[in-house]
């Protein structure tokens, strides 16, 4: 990697946005992130556990689960968002339930290996809905679901990622998003 | 002969008389009056059935068995022997084999034990069932509604019951402010040489560490180091975990990448960050 310093001024202000759903026992917990640039938490917004019961599980059968991710959690924390980012990140576990948050595209991502030489390009289109991209100075793949089939947002959502990750880890954050559901989910089991 | 005279002339005179009733008849009402089966309740497995008209003579003390027609074929189930009881007194048994319809029944055969000292006067026999009823009875079951069982998107605070859609939403920015970054090192087979050699000249130039005692450990990318509060090497893992400081004033500041480099001599880590390998970042 050479030496870049490029300047400030033609950097736009990015706001990446994170969400993530935590199922701990029969807790469903859901929170959203954004962070600056540099993965400093501008907003943090969190929902209490949400416990489906055995009845719940019955009446609802298939439906709970995307019924939990998408209306109770994922919906209920778009509309309570002030800072809007760009765009939200997820994890991939998470591609079954993406969606526009907010008003916002989704991408869910998880790091990938491929051997070199296997991707033609800075990424690749493996579905309509997933890719796999290199992140310039990383030399590391991330492999992507959208929330959208439009190529055209697609490839801006990957521009958008290849531009964050040149001054954060883009999936760090992530990491922290679990750690503090957890803390609260331990909390509320200790209460 | 004065009385001879007389009764023949009474006898020639006299107004016809009723003809003396025959043995039959006599025979029959004798029979029925002592046995009164008009209006004996009989007993047919605990049901009670009543015999509205004469149906048989027999000397007392006579077991008989009838077979009547009726649909209740289970009454033969098991035992193939339901008893038709009447009193006691009357001495009189009657075994059924066999029901057709409820409320007609014919006497299909009447076994007496002793035939010679049996006289049968008539073998048609009019039963009348009891109507019979079963009350089936069902308790009424109260029919409720349930507020947690609604598919409808549930009420704010309508209780834990329901998957509310409306989950509480908290706030908890600075919780998450507190949680510090981890940051893993990148792989550093995947450096290049000069890279490689560049965060060790790093080293010996701000640590002092010579470079043939000097051992790179991981290269940690986009570090914001201007702004770390606290920072710690945790070898275990090959990361970083570090803590920045409120950015609220701040509108720009630069992400180093920063590699952690052993000190061979003591085995101290240090952490260097390079300092042409850098991005100024708008924070604005």
């Known amino acids: ?191 | 002969m004065w009385r001879r005279e007389e009764r023949l002339g009474h006898w020639l005179a006299a107004v016809r008389l009723p003809p003396k009733p025959s043995w039959r008849s006599k025979l029959e009402k004798a029979l029925l009056q002592r046995f009164r089966l008009w209006n004996h309740p009989i007993v047919v497995g605990g049901k009670p059935l009543k015999v509205e008209s004469n149906i048989c003579s027999v000397e007392p003390g006579f077991a008989a068995t009838v077979c009547l027609l009726d649909d209740f074929s289970f009454l033969e189930r098991g035992t193939g022997n339901s008893d038709i009881v009447v009193p006691e007194r009357d001495k009189l048994r009657c075994a059924v084999r066999q029901f057709d319809p409820l409320d007609l029944a014919d006497v299909r055969t009447l076994r007496l034990p002793e035939a010679p000292k049996t006289r049968v006067r008539q073998t048609m026999l009019a039963v009348t069932a009891q109507s019979r009823w079963l009350r089936i009875h069902f308790a009424h079951s109260p029919v409720r509604t349930r507020d947690d069982v609604q598919l409808k998107p549930p009420r704010l605070g309508s209780g834990n019951f329901v998957i509310n859609a409306k989950a509480p939403v908290v706030t908890g920015t600075t919780r998450i402010a507190a949680i510090p970054h981890r940051r893993r090192s990148v792989d550093l087979s995947t450096l290049k040489v000069s890279e490689y050699e560049g965060y060790l000249e790093e080293a010996r130039i701000l640590k002092s560490i010579p470079l043939d005692r000097s051992e790179l450990l991981g290269v940690f990318r986009h570090v914001p180091v201007e702004m770390i509060s606290r920072l710690r090497y945790a070898a275990e893992e090959s990361s970083i975990v570090y803590t920045v400081v409120e950015v609220s004033n701040r509108k720009r500041t630069r992400v180093h990448d920063l590699a952690a480099v052993r000190d061979e001599a003591n085995q101290e880590i240090h952490l260097v960050s390079h300092r042409m390998r850098y991005r100024a970042v708008s924070l604005n």
Not at chain 1, 69 to 75: A, F, L, Q
Not at chain 1, 158 to 177: H, N, S, Y
Request: hydrophobic share 40%; glycine share 6%; proline share 5%.
């Open chain 1, 1 to 191: 990697m050479t030496i870049q310093d490029r300047p400030v001024v033609n950097q736009l202000l990015k706001r990446v946005g994170y969400f993530s759903h935590l199922q701990m026992d029969e807790k469903h917990m859901g929170a959203i992130l954004v962070t600056n640039q540099i993965g400093v938490p501008l907003e943090f917004k969190y929902t209490e556990p949400v416990v489906a019961t055995r009845l719940h599980k019955i009446l609802y059968g298939p439906i709970l689960e995307r019924y939990l991710h998408e209306t109770v959690i994922r919906d209920r924390l778009g509309r309570e968002i002030h800072t809007a980012p760009d765009y939200f990140i997820a994890p991939y576990d998470e591609k079954e339930f993406l969606g526009s948050v907010a008003d916002r595209e989704m991408v869910a991502i998880q790091k990938c290996s491929l051997p070199p030489g296997e991707l033609s390009g800075s990424f690749s289109r493996i579905r309509e809905r997933e890719a796999v991209v290199e992140l310039e100075d990383e030399s590391i793949f991330l492999r992507l679901a959208f929330s959208t089939p439009d190529e055209s947002i697609q490839r801006k959502i990957i521009t958008w990622l290849q531009e964050i990750a040149r001054t954060m880890d883009v999936l760090e954050p992530l990491d922290r998003i679990t750690s503090a559901l957890a803390s609260i989910c331990g909390e509320g089991k200790r209460g």
